[in-house]
């Protein structure tokens, strides 16, 4: 692994009660000189007919920005975001939405060198701060490209609190994910015999820490959610200091790249696919997986794969497929091949959750 000197760090991480209706008094505390600036706000059509009166007050405060409703999460949108910025000489971009829109907007804001805003109205997963975008692009399904990670990051507790229990979920299950990852990041260093980088591993550690070890499990608590939102972005910041994913994706992500990319009929979110990684994962590394479990359970995570509709097969191909699906990537699935007794019995202590 080359270590990797240049990074970026976000100016302003707000997550504050209401913050979509004050974000112009946000900006100006952190950001002053981009007031005034041509901003473009990007959403998506269903969003800015839910937060109409939100959305409309964040374009009142940039300067009656334009909205405008991405149709795809593609590579091809994010391009025809950035030429219209370029074009127009617009200086910001405001992603408000979930993953598919944050993902979008960050990558058009890389290429047009906008400063980008990021606005999430969910909190379930780690890449809204990440230094990557995932696209749909065509020919290959999805593709997971390098970018800059967003100048501001700003919560709405109150957005995030109406927002469906189960995106919550999905970030914290992305979170405890570290716990795995992290194991297979040093695993893959020794076997390249070189370094984890120090400081990425403690945040991404950290960022695992706060919600596995958290007092507060009211997913709906103002507290709760700040601390969640502070884990995500630790996470999004160990990826951009280690310039890799490595901190926050280890076998656990494999299983879930698996089932994204052979079982498209499954629907899970990829932070509650990741959780379903984790436990196996941790048992293949030869540890005690009973304290994730409980971790899963305390906050109402359903471990379970039946309750996915992943069958003991479709559990035991995954792991297969889990294997091949990204060449080079070092895990302990280079290091352990579990047979299926093996698999079995984890799926069956999922499914009974001890
Ligand atoms: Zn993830």
Redesign the pocket.
């Known amino acids: 692994m080359n270590r990797h000197t240049s990074f970026d760090l976000p100016i302003c991480l707000a997550v504050e009660e209401d913050a979509f209706f004050h974000s112009d008094d946000i900006i100006k505390r952190y950001i002053p000189d981009i007031i005034g600036q041509k901003a473009l706000v990007v959403s998506e059509e269903f969003l800015i007919g839910i937060y109409k009166e939100k959305i409309t007050d964040i374009s009142h405060d940039f300067g009656d920005a334009e909205i405008l409703a991405m149709e795809s999460a593609s590579f091809d949108e994010a391009v025809a975001i950035a030429k219209k910025v370029c074009m127009e000489d617009i200086r910001v971009i405001i992603g408000i939405g979930g993953g598919r829109v944050l993902d979008t907007a960050k990558y058009a804001a890389h290429i047009s060198k906008a400063v980008y805003i990021c606005m999430p109205t969910s909190l379930s ?3 809204l701060a990440s230094p990557f975008s995932v696209l749909e692009t065509t020919g290959r399904a999805r593709r997971t490209l390098t970018c800059n990670i967003p100048t501001a990051i700003i919560v709405d507790t109150n957005m995030i609190i109406n927002a469906p229990i189960g995106q919550t979920l999905s970030g914290i299950g ?1 979170t405890i ?1 570290k716990d795995t990852a992290l194991y297979d990041w040093k695993l893959a260093a020794r076997r390249s015999s070189s370094q984890t980088e120090d400081f990425a591993y403690a945040l991404s550690r950290m960022s695992f820490d706060s919600v596995y070890h958290c007092d507060q499990k009211d997913m709906q608590s103002r507290v709760f959610i700040r601390i969640l939102s502070r884990a995500l972005v630790m ?1 999004g910041l160990a990826m951009e200091i280690a310039g890799s ?1 490595r901190p ?2 280890g076998s656990e ?1 494999l299983f ?1 790249h698996a089932i994204e990319e052979y079982y498209p009929e499954i629907k899970v979110s ?2 509650i696919a ?1 959780a379903l990684g984790t436990i196996p994962a941790c048992i293949f590394q030869g540890r005690d997986a009973s304290g994730l479990i409980g971790a899963f359970r305390t906050y109402g995570l359903d471990v379970s794969p039946e309750s996915y509709g992943i069958t003991k097969d479709m559990f035991a191909d995954m792991w297969e497929k889990a294997r091949t699906v990204r060449p080079g990537r070092i895990t302990i699935l280079d290091e352990v091949k579990p047979d299926r007794v093996q698999l079995d019995e984890i799926y069956s202590r999922m499914t009974e959750g001890v």
Do not use: F, I, K, Q
Request: negative net charge; hydrophobic residues 20%; aromatic residues 0%.
């Open positions: 997963n780690d890449s992305d994910a996470g994913s926050c994706s992500h879930a990829h932070g990741v």
